[in-house]
């Protein structure tokens, strides 16, 4: 699907998405949990459809009605399951070491550029805990045999949280107490998500510095209703559209949130943006945007929406953590830098690092890479634009933001 994006001035308010990440780790909470779970405001992209229908198909029931998914746990998965995680690399990572603490014979498939990103890192960590691993050559589909059992495990955390996040939800089930070793732990605000989400779902776990995790075994998740906070890296782009061209507010959303991505409220400021806040929701106004710097390690989600940012600003940007990027849905550096080519601003990659000079940013036509985080990338950019953006393939935003382009139209986005 191709979308048109006009100039056009955003100015309105609007509700941030819910948050797919939180969604997801919360249907993962009800699948381990006793009872009835509610989960409450879910998002319903399509990563958080592929993890609803894995976990009924390790046992849970799951139904969806208005705003809340219930979830109802058997735990009495087949003898041998198979799961699609579709693109999702959080269902992926997180899903692994859930599927194989329920059942002895787990194959995980998906789709898209899923297949082409490395699952090395899983062999690496289950093997550790009794389950073997299978591989195609290192990518997917991969096969887990053998129950998940506890004890210690040192897993490399440099590529990410999501399997750490699976191993903290998971091991909680087993009959032995766990410690688990990090090192070099990128993404560390989702492991503090995650953490809050264990506890509320009434599992303890002790963490150490983010470097170690002591894990009780013999726990038993609480099943019980729960809400998902607004999604701060959807709100990031609509942000970033206040901040280049006109005054957006942006409601449901958590000002205490754990989400790495609300730092895009301190690029915003130090950019020159006008921020104001008040319960439960931000506004962000256009200014005289000037150059900023960012380590964007932890949140690698703000690439997208901060490189449109300083394709505003007056002067040179640099945003720290390219290597994050590399395996995402897209080469996201490349599509990132692309993008801003083809819109006639300066980029250049120099180690782990992008530096962007700001300028005048023209009409195009540019392709989302099937990427959800480039698609509204290029229609924020698009907004102020000198003359319209083509985005081709702009359903790429269903995987975690299906509403964003009726969501820009409503403040102010012309679309077509």
Same mark, same amino acid.
Request: aromatic content about 4%; hydrophobic content about 45%; glycine content about 10%.
């Given at each position: 699907?191709n ?16 948050s797919?990440s939180?969604?997801?780790?919360a249907? =993962? =909470?009800?699948?381990? /949990?006793?009872?009835?779970t ?19 198909? $390790?046992?849970?029931s ?7 998914? &219930? #979830? ?17 690399? $959080?269902?992926?990572? #997180? ?27 899983? *062999? ?7 389950? &073997? ?10 096969? $887990?045999?053998?129950k998940?059992?506890?004890g ?16 903290? #939800? ?14 070099? $732990?990128?993404?560390?605000?989702? +492991? ?10 009434? +599992? ?7 470097? &170690?995790?002591?894990?009780?075994g013999?726990?038993? %998740?609480?099943?019980?209703? %729960? ?47 006008? +921020?104001? /806040? ?28 901060l ?17 994050r ?9 490349e599509? @990132? ?6 819109m ?10 992008? @530096?962007?000079?700001? *300028? ?29 953006? &083509?985005?081709? *393939?702009?359903?790429a ?20």
């Open positions: 699907m979308i048109t994006v006009s100039p056009s001035e955003l100015r309105g308010q609007i509700d941030a998405p819910s797919k939180l969604t997801q780790r249907i =993962a =909470a009800g699948l381990l /949990a006793g009872g009835t509610l989960i409450i405001n879910p998002s319903l992209c399509n990563d958080s459809m592929a993890a609803m229908t894995m976990a009924r198909a $390790l046992g849970a799951v139904t969806m009605k208005d705003d809340r998914i &219930t #979830m109802e746990a058997f735990r009495k998965p087949a003898d041998r399951v198979f799961l699609n995680c579709g693109e999702s690399g $959080l269902a992926l990572r #997180m899903f692994s070491p859930l599927a194989s603490v329920l059942s002895g014979d787990v194959t995980l498939t998906g789709e898209g550029s899923l297949l082409r990103r490395p699952v090395k890192m899983i *062999g690496e960590a289950l093997s550790q805990l009794g389950v &073997t691993v299978e591989t195609s050559d290192g990518l997917l589909p991969v096969r $887990l045999k053998g998940l059992k506890g210690r495990a040192l897993i490399d955390g440099s590529s990410g949280s999501q399997l750490l996040t699976g191993l903290l #939800m998971a091991l909680p089930l087993t009959d032995t107490d766990s410690r688990i070793d990090v090192a070099n $732990l990128t993404s560390r605000p989702y +492991i503090s998500l995650t953490l809050d989400l264990l506890a509320d779902f009434g +599992i303890r776990i002790e963490n150490e510095g983010f470097m &170690t995790f002591t894990i009780p013999r726990q038993s %998740y609480r099943a019980h209703e %729960y809400r998902v906070e607004g999604d701060w890296s959807g709100a990031a782009f609509l942000l970033v559209g206040g901040a280049t061209g006109g005054r957006v507010s942006v409601g449901n959303l958590n000002p205490e949130s754990r989400q790495a991505d609300m730092a895009v409220l301190s690029v915003l400021e130090e950019a020159g943006a006008v +921020i104001a /806040a008040e319960p439960g929701r931000i506004t962000s106004s256009v200014s005289q945007l000037r150059g900023f710097t960012f380590d964007a390690t932890d949140a690698p989600d703000l690439f997208p929406p490189a449109a940012l300083a394709a505003y600003c007056e002067g040179v940007s640099t945003i720290r953590g390219v290597g990027l590399r395996h995402k849905e897209s080469d996201r550096a599509a @990132i830098a692309g993008v801003l080519e083809a006639r601003i300066e980029v250049r990659i120099r180690g782990d690092e992008m @530096i962007i000079t700001g *300028g005048k940013v023209q009409g195009a036509v540019v392709s989302s890479h099937n990427d959800h985080r480039i698609a509204m990338m290029a229609a924020v950019m698009a907004a102020g634009a000198a003359a319209p953006v &083509t985005i081709t *393939g702009a359903e935003v269903a995987k975690s933001y299906p509403g964003f382009f009726d969501d820009l139209a409503r403040i102010g986005g012309k679309t077509g």
